[in-house]
Nanobody, 111 residues
Framework: QVQLKESGGGLVQAGGSLRLSCAAS????????MNWYRQAPGKQRELVAT???????NYADSVKGRFTISRDNNGNTVYLQMNSLIPEDTAVYFC?????WGQGTQVTVSS
């Protein structure tokens, strides 16, 4: 059974940092892009960052320069380092690869 499991969310003050992790199991994702999405209350889910199988990355304009996506050598764990957090980053963050989604982890940034 394929699973994507996020961890690392929490409550942080504005200006702080968090590191999210997403561990994939049940299948290999090393040859696939992996993605982080987020959904704030009352808003549509949006793509935050993508990392390809070769390691190239893309970011939403709203997080460029503050967030960094990376993956480990076996390609089945993806990370999102979030720095200089602002209240607008408050959302549930989801990991996504191929057509599989994790259950999400809550990130709350207080002002």
């Amino acid at each position: 059974q394929v699973q994507l499991k996020e961890s690392g969310g929490g409550l942080v003050q504005a200006g702080g940092s968090l590191r999210l992790s997403c561990a994939a199991s049940g299948s290999s994702f090393s040859s696939h892009a992996m993605n982080w999405y987020r959904q704030a209350p009352g808003k549509q889910r949006e793509l935050v960052a993508t990392i390809s199988s070769s390691g190239s990355t893309n970011y939403a304009d709203s997080v460029k320069g503050r967030f960094t996506i990376s993956r480990d050598n076996n390609g089945n764990t993806v990370y999102l380092q979030m720095n200089s957090l602002i209240p607008e980053d408050t959302a549930v963050y989801f990991c996504m690869a191929r057509w599989f989604w994790g259950q999400g982890t809550q990130v709350t940034v207080s002002s």
